[in-house]
């Protein structure tokens, strides 16, 4: 079955760029009709979808982040990345990232991001 | 953006009692000619990623026991946990994916009292 994992620095300092990458093992991200999606959760907080992108490329980001947003795709190595540039201590949050056909339905354990300095 | 309206914020329920929460839309979440109701429920535990345990507004995922139930209509939506467990214990969401971007409720806090 399909699992997620996400990778990344868990200290990125205001200003700078936070990149994460999200793993996918038993099954090919090329396959289905998916979109990889990426989802973050402030402390003790709610959900925020922060983007998607589909198999074929086309992506969807949250206007909210529109403008400091970037997801791609590596098919060759079955990942999908997010960044996130110009960071400051409110994008501090566990960030996730999902499968999604119609909703989620498979997700990765997610990552703790801090932004200080 | 649509935006998702939980109720209650938290809940305590004794053990082997119903816990009800309510969700509400500010859209119809029927949004596509299928006829189903463009509404998710997720279990989250702490530590944990969401679960998903509910789609189209009432369809139960796979693996997930028949006391979790999920009805409603246009903006007016519950999940009904008939007798709870003490392994049921965790936030629960409502989320809509009818359109981007996808939203979510507050959650709501289920503790056993």
């Known amino acids: 079955q399909v699992q997620l994992q996400e990778s990344g620095p868990g200290l990125v300092k205001p200003s700078q760029t936070l990149s994460l990458t999200c793993s996918v093992s038993?099954?090919?991200?090329?396959?289905?009709?998916?979109?990889w999606t990426w989802i973050r959760q402030p402390a003790g907080k709610g959900l925020e979808y922060i983007g998607r992108?589909?198999?074929?490329?086309?992506?969807n980001y949250n206007p909210s982040l529109n403008s400091r947003v970037t997801i791609s795709l590596d098919a060759s190595k079955n990942q999908f990345s997010l960044k996130l540039n110009s960071v400051t201590a409110a994008d501090t949050a566990v960030y996730f990232c999902?499968?999604?056909?119609?909703?989620?339905?498979?997700w990765g354990q997610g990552i703790t991001v801090t932004v200080s300095s | 953006d649509i935006e998702m309206t939980q109720s209650p914020d938290s809940l305590a329920v004794s053990l082997g009692e119903r816990a009800t929460i309510n969700c509400k839309s500010s859209?119809?979440?029927?949004?596509?000619?299928?006829?189903?109701?463009?509404l998710a429920w997720y279990q989250q535990k702490p530590g944990q990623p969401p679960k998903l345990l509910i789609y189209?507004?009432?369809v139960r995922e796979s693996g997930v026991p028949d006391r979790f139930t999920g009805g409603g209509s246009g903006t007016d939506f519950t999940l009904t946990i008939s007798s709870l467990q003490a392994e049921d214990v965790a936030v629960y969401y409502c989320?809509?994916?009818?359109?981007?971007?996808?939203?979510f409720g507050q959650g709501t806090k289920v503790e056993i009292k």
């Open positions: 999902a499968r999604a056909g119609n909703l989620m339905d498979v």
């Open positions: 038993g099954g090919s991200i090329s396959s289905g009709s998916y979109h």
């Open positions: 992108i589909y198999n074929r490329g086309s992506t």
């Open positions: 859209q119809s979440l029927l949004c596509s000619s299928n006829n189903r109701y463009f």
């Open positions: 189209w507004a009432s």
């Open positions: 989320h809509q994916y009818c359109s981007t971007p996808w939203t």
